[in-house]
């Protein structure tokens, strides 16, 4: 879920830096398993309505935020149950929405609720009970800019002294996001914020020029950094252009990857043709009579899909064709901003979930994938060592988190979203 808030323009736009970044060169290959997810060893028995995050529990059950239904519910694939957890209300430890849910000390978990400056944690013991509540505060900043506005993430995660990790991206007076936007450090008590990272997309071709009141046109497949915290402190930041992992601790920046082995995936007129019948389609649902319905927020934690850039069309995510209506009828058809020369060496962070460490450490990275290729492909990737495994998820899945033996995966279907567990592979 992401907060928008927008200021009156007053006076000129704010400046942006424009950076550009050239086609990547796939580097020399690595000699890496890659591997298939064994069988599957659970599945809710019911869909939820968007699965935002999940974090497991010492026992095994999991705690699944429905980011739609505004509701936390504990899964407990044994007794193939899926129970609320706490229940909705004002009082210090109930809540109106879900948001992100974070490992915490001792195999307890934090919930991330509440609206900007409400917002706050509730605190989930390891058998699984909501017993105590405390402040949030805002990662907002201090100062509004004069043109535009910004918007605030869900946090990443906390460390273990508390600190939670946010995504703050400022845009200008047309709407427009900026090329930077810093991840935040918000203390414990709220009274520090510190920027200790920045999410870079490339901007040089991805900026047009529009009159003000005009609708800005939609950035086919934005090159948009993703970002990780590890519960140590340990933060990834995954380039999106080249490809590589910067390490960082605190805003320290502690080592790299250097580009990593992957294969541009040219916007050639077939992935052009794809993207632009996937936003008709958007921009022009059937009617429910029809079999038609409402695009499904994204499994990012607790991030919702917004229109205007990528990853729509990666892979296997609907609606992968467009079947023209009657002659009759009227479409709507999008502004579409001139197309990239290849896609992202990832999907775009605001429309899943691409970067998370497992409780072992190792980061798992989402690949961004051709129009038409079904099979989700991850990178393992680990501090020191770069890319040591790849593993293949089923088809239709995204990746949704990780408890001590098991990955748990989302299922998305015209029913809604489907957490499923799989065993952790073995490296």
Request: aromatic residues 8%; glycine residues 10%.
């Amino acid at each position: 879920m992401w907060f928008n808030v927008r200021v009156p323009s007053r006076c000129g736009l704010l400046a942006v830096v424009l950076f550009g970044a050239g086609i990547a060169r796939p580097a020399a290959a690595q000699t890496v398993a890659t591997m298939e997810l064994g069988s599957r060893t659970g599945r809710t028995p019911f869909a939820f309505g968007a699965i935002g995050s999940v974090g497991e529990l010492r026992d095994g059950r999991v705690v699944v935020a429905d980011s739609r239904n505004r509701v936390y519910r504990i899964v407990d694939f044994a007794g193939n149950q899926m129970p609320v957890l706490g229940e909705p209300g004002d009082d210090p430890l109930q809540y109106r929405a879900a948001g992100q849910v974070m490992r915490w000390k001792a195999d307890s978990l934090l919930l991330y609720v509440g609206m900007r400056d409400q917002a706050r944690y509730l605190h989930v013991s390891p058998t699984g009970e909501i017993v105590a509540s405390t402040a949030g505060g805002s990662p907002a900043p201090p100062t509004l800019p004069e043109n535009g506005g910004y918007s605030i993430s869900q946090p990443y995660g906390v460390d273990r002294d508390g600190a939670a990790y946010f995504l703050l991206s400022l845009t200008d007076s047309t709407f427009t996001p900026y090329e930077l936007a810093d991840v935040m450090k918000f203390s414990a008590d709220g009274n520090h914020r510190t920027i200790v990272d920045y999410l870079r997309t490339r901007r040089k071709s991805q900026v047009y020029p529009h009159e003000p009141g005009t609708v800005v046109p939609l950035r086919p497949f934005d090159f948009a950094d993703a970002w990780a915290l590890r519960t140590d402190g340990l933060a990834a930041r995954v380039v999106s252009d080249t490809y590589e992992v910067v390490w960082s601790r605190d805003g320290k920046e502690t080592g790299r990857t250097g580009p990593l082995p992957f294969t541009p995936i040219p916007l050639n007129a077939a992935e052009q043709t794809a993207f632009r019948d996937s936003m008709i389609e958007r921009f022009n649902p059937k009617p429910a009579a029809d079999g038609g319905k409402a695009p499904s927020p994204a499994a990012g934690g607790g991030a919702v899909a917004r229109m205007g850039g990528g990853g729509v069309t990666t892979g296997d995510n609907n609606p992968r064709t467009f079947t023209p209506p009657p002659a009759a009828t009227t479409l709507k058809i999008p502004n579409i901003a001139p197309y990239q020369d290849r896609k992202p060496a990832i999907p775009n962070p605001r429309w899943q979930r691409v970067a998370l460490f497992d409780l072992a450490g190792r980061l798992w990275v989402v690949r961004e994938r051709a129009h038409g290729d079904d099979v989700p492909h991850i990178d393992i990737i680990e501090e020191g060592r770069g890319v040591v495994g790849h593993v293949n998820l089923p088809k239709h899945t995204l990746l949704g988190g990780f408890g001590a033996n098991s990955v748990y995966l989302i299922m998305r279907d015209e029913n809604g979203d489907w957490l499923e567990r799989y065993p952790l592979p073995k490296l």
